[in-house]
């Protein structure tokens, strides 16, 4: 049971080039969820997946697509990478959207650099 | 919108030390109330949280924290400090229902613990 993986754990990118940073996880979850973690802002939620099938904005969303690919995989893609978008990359799940009680598990990031 | 507010980005305490963590939240309805902890390279790590249940809320490694409505606070604290103690500790409010439902993380605390 490895919980939440994500790939890669490092990258460089040039401005204007494009990825996608995969994450799975293996808990049977419905929820899955990206955010990106900057130094002094904490972690901010760029897109949530409710349920496998529907996606939703977050709080910082622009410059980013998102595809649940299955009830395990949810992919964060960058069609035109920017300087800004430096920064760990985080994916976590959760059994549900619907109750807060339901903990979010987080995988290990993805530290993005964007020359 | 919720916000959430923690007291100072780097906090040392001597081993054995009391640790307490500040967290503030801004909102007339009582938000759900989470601490994480994040070890170096590593994802984030539910410490506990607050459901509305008991105010009192008892998390791992010895942790605890006090919801108080009339200070719109929620701090961290353990009795005795140990090395295997420091990192950054992460406040988070939840608010909403439905698709609105998100977190709103605050900024971190580096925790360092002195010998």
């Known amino acids: 049971n490895a919980g939440v993986t994500q790939t890669p754990k490092f990258q460089v990118l040039k401005t204007g080039q494009s990825m996608t940073l995969q994450c799975a996880q293996d808990m049977n979850h419905n929820s899955m969820y990206w955010y990106r973690q900057d130094p002094g802002m904490g972690l901010r939620l760029i897109y949530y997946s409710a349920s496998e099938g529907t996606t939703d904005k977050g709080e910082v969303p622009n410059g980013y697509n998102v595809s649940r690919l299955n009830k395990r995989e949810f992919s964060l893609r960058l069609e035109s990478a920017a300087p800004s978008q430096t920064s760990v990359y985080f994916c976590?799940?959760?059994?549900?959207?619907?109750?807060?009680?339901?903990?979010?598990?987080f995988g290990p990031g993805t530290r993005l650099t964007v020359l | 919108a919720q916000s959430v507010t923690q007291l100072g980005s780097h906090v040392s305490v001597s081993e054995g030390a009391l640790v307490l963590l500040r967290c503030n939240y801004s909102?007339?309805?009582?938000?759900?109330l989470f601490w994480y902890v994040q070890y170096p390279n590593q994802g984030l790590q539910l410490l506990l949280k607050?459901?509305?249940?008991?105010?009192l809320v008892k998390g791992i490694n010895g942790f605890e924290a006090e919801f108080k409505k009339s200070e719109t606070s929620f701090h961290l604290t353990k009795p005795s400090a140990h090395m295997s103690d420091a990192a950054e500790y992460f406040c988070?409010?939840?608010?909403?229902?439905?698709?609105?439902?998100?977190?709103?993380f605050g900024s971190g605390t580096q925790l360092t613990v002195l010998p």
């Open positions: 988070a409010a939840g608010v909403g229902s439905g698709s609105a439902r998100q977190l709103t």
């Open positions: 909102s007339s309805v009582p938000p759900y």
């Open positions: 607050y459901t509305s249940a008991a105010t």
């Open positions: 976590a799940s959760s059994s549900s959207l619907g109750a807060w009680t339901d903990t979010q598990y």
